[in-house]
T-cell receptor, first 116, second 114 residues
Framework: KQEVTQIPAALSVPEGENLVLNCSFT??????LQWFRQDPGKGLTSLLL?????REQTSGRLNASLDKSSGRSTLYIAASQPGDSATYLC???????????????FGRGTQLTVWP | NAGVTQTPKFRVLKTGQSMTLLCAQD?????MYWYRQDPGMGLRLIHY???????AKGEVPDGYNVSRLKKQNFLLGLESAAPSQTSVYFC?????????????FGSGTRLTVV
């Protein structure tokens, strides 16, 4: 069974810092990997998606990388702002066949606080 | 607007009561999911569906039933609510075979069972 781990569980940084959130997974046979943001009391907002054949994706100040062979993904946030404060979730999708048909595996998230 | 719509957004039930949560998507997605989210437990999969008329159990299916009679709707039922089912419930959907397409989540249903 796929296991997804996110480290650290919580992170508190001053505004302006560049930071890295880590996600690791146990089965490298993934279909894609998606990073989400969740604000308190809200739903999940998709940030970036990386297909299994890709190495990275960028959107604004966010950059996500994928090293499938080592079972790792990182989310890099440049020049962090207080508005970036949220919980960041990593989710790995299995191939749409066999035992992983339709399955999406989540980490428990990194709770980020950016203070002014 | 295209997306995943969950109703209701909030609900308070008494122990033993029943209710149905509705998830509707207008993106023609094949796959649909129900998750629950509890503090310290992360997101846990309750049931999912890979197509109209099909459903499958996830990690925590006990106490819940689901139906997918129409492709755009996925219903989650609680036959006899228990306080342990107090949680935030999220619905999600996606396409079956598009690797460059991710999951879309609804805004959640906050359920309290007293």
């Amino acid at each position: 069974k796929q296991e997804v781990t996110q480290i650290p569980a919580a992170l508190s940084v001053p505004e302006g810092e560049n930071l890295v959130l880590n996600c690791s997974f146990t089965d490298s046979a993934i279909y894609n990997l998606q990073w989400f943001r969740q604000d308190p009391g809200k739903g999940l907002t998709s940030l970036l998606l990386i297909q299994s054949s890709q190495r990275e994706q960028t959107s604004g100040r966010l950059n996500a990388s994928l090293d499938k062979s080592s079972g790792r993904s990182t989310l890099y946030i440049a020049a962090s702002q207080p508005g970036d404060s949220a919980t960041y979730l990593c989710a790995v999708r299995g191939f749409p066949r066999g035992s992983t048909l339709g399955r999406l595996y989540f980490g428990r998230g990194t709770q980020l606080t950016v203070w002014p | 607007n295209a997306g995943v719509t969950q109703t209701p957004k909030f609900r308070v039930l008494k122990t033993g009561q029943s209710m149905t949560l509705l998830c509707a998507q207008d993106m023609n997605h094949e796959y649909m999911y129900w998750y629950r989210q509890d503090p310290g437990m992360g997101l846990r999969l309750i049931h999912y569906s890979v197509g109209e008329g099909t459903t499958a159990k996830g990690e925590v299916p006990d106490g819940y039933n689901v139906s997918r009679l129409k492709k755009q709707n996925f219903l989650l039922g609680l036959e006899s609510a228990a306080p342990s089912q107090t949680s935030v419930y999220f619905c999600a959907s996606t396409y079956r075979g598009q690797q460059n397409y991710g999951y879309t989540f609804g805004s959640g249903t906050r359920l309290t069972v007293v």
